[in-house]
């Protein structure tokens, strides 16, 4: 198979097709105000900083499954969070960026040609890229209804993802609609990975992980058949230094940590020591988590005044509206006015009428974006 084969078959990040709206946005003789990055701007925590520079001196090879301070961090964030119970520091591993391990998870644990793997029909592109590098078929699901058709069909899945709260639409799914999930795949042999970046960021609701004893149950096997995906970048504005991690069962974990281990897909230790503090510390996110709701506050009048009617939206960093029109015509309404979104479509077809506006900008940004809306 050539080079030219492979590449082919990948989606094209998002980011990709952003470029000709930037420059119409440019156009508009206004500066521009960019709402459509995922990306954080706001400052990293000096709690954080401070901690990467004392772990500065790092000559040896940072360990693939991580210190035993950041594991039992990680457990103690969880539980303290999220009460997230019988979680052993054993069953984390952590992960140069979720995204990393998105794209790469079908293949490391042996999933090829003639499997099915599951993901939302709106979602973040990563899902589909982890299906095609692995030669896998991608199929779409959200709930477990969703999945009994896709196994009437013979095309039951062995991965199944779930994303809540979700990237680009704010979905944040209920624990009954998780428990099922959870039933769904044991019952079937499937993996089922919950992608929770976004699980401090709930704002109309409290989003639930997967592994949470409602969702999943008790006792020595409440985590089997489940991962769930942590990061940073969010949370914590982390994304440079590239942190996350994985948990749930341990069999998957440890099966995981051997195959990263043989690639050398490992956490700069310098980072494993600034992780622990941003685990360790609550305040930087709740400062944060205060910093994203007022500019959600600002953005949701401005948006209904525009005529844009937000749908989801109860957690995370976007939001997904639509003026009832195709996204490319409401994206390029809002360039003419200095303003960058990006087109739903670029997160399935399902989201052609949409656009997805993020809260990351600057709060000056924001007021400046929310202005021009009413206007």
Not at 111 to 123: K, N, Q, T
Not at 225 to 249: E, I
Request: overall charge negative; hydrophobic content about 45%; glycine content about 10%.
């Amino acid at each position: 198979m050539s080079l030219g084969r492979v590449s082919a078959r990948l989606p094209a990040a998002v980011q990709a097709g952003l470029a000709a709206v930037r420059e119409r946005a440019a156009a508009s003789g206004l500066p521009v105000v960019d709402l459509s990055i995922g990306a954080p701007t706001d400052p990293t925590p000096e709690v954080v900083r401070r901690a990467l520079a004392a772990h500065a001196d790092a000559p040896g090879y940072p360990l693939t499954v991580g210190t035993r301070p950041l594991r039992e961090a990680v457990v103690g964030w969880l539980a303290r969070a999220h009460d997230v119970s019988g979680l052993d520091q054993a069953q984390t591993l952590p992960v140069p960026g979720t995204k990393e391990i998105i794209g790469s998870l079908a293949l490391h644990l042996g999933l090829g040609p003639g499997d099915v793997v599951a993901a939302p029909a709106l979602a973040y592109p990563t899902y589909a890229v982890g299906a095609a590098l692995a030669g896998a078929e991608l199929a779409h699901a959200v709930l477990a209804a969703d999945l009994d058709a896709l196994a009437a069909a013979g095309r039951a899945p062995r991965l199944v993802w779930v994303n809540s709260p979700a990237n680009p639409t704010g979905r944040v799914l209920a624990p009954d609609d998780l428990r099922d999930l959870v039933a769904w795949c044991r019952a079937h042999d499937a993996l089922l990975v919950s992608d929770e970046c976004y699980l401090d960021l709930g704002w109309d609701v409290e989003p639930r992980s997967v592994l949470h004893p409602d969702v999943c149950g008790t006792g020595p096997d409440a985590h089997r058949g489940l991962l769930a995906l942590h990061s940073l970048s969010k949370r914590s504005n982390l994304a440079g230094y590239r942190v996350g991690f994985c948990t749930g069962d341990p069999a998957l974990v440890a099966e995981l940590a051997s195959v990263r281990r043989n690639l050398g897909l490992q956490v700069a230790g310098p980072q494993q020591g600034a992780a622990v503090a941003a685990l360790d510390d609550d305040a930087h996110v709740a400062e944060q988590r205060a910093r994203y709701a007022g500019r959600r506050d600002v953005l949701l009048p401005a948006m209904a005044a525009a005529g844009l009617r937000v749908e989801h939206g109860e957690a995370g960093l976007y939001l997904w509206a639509t003026a009832g029109e195709p996204g490319v015509e409401t994206q390029a309404r809002l360039a003419d006015r200095g303003l960058v979104v990006v087109s739903g479509h670029e997160y399935g077809a399902a989201g052609a009428q949409h656009v997805r506006v993020a809260l990351t900008a600057p709060d000056d940004a924001v007021r400046v974006a929310a202005e021009r809306m009413r206007s």
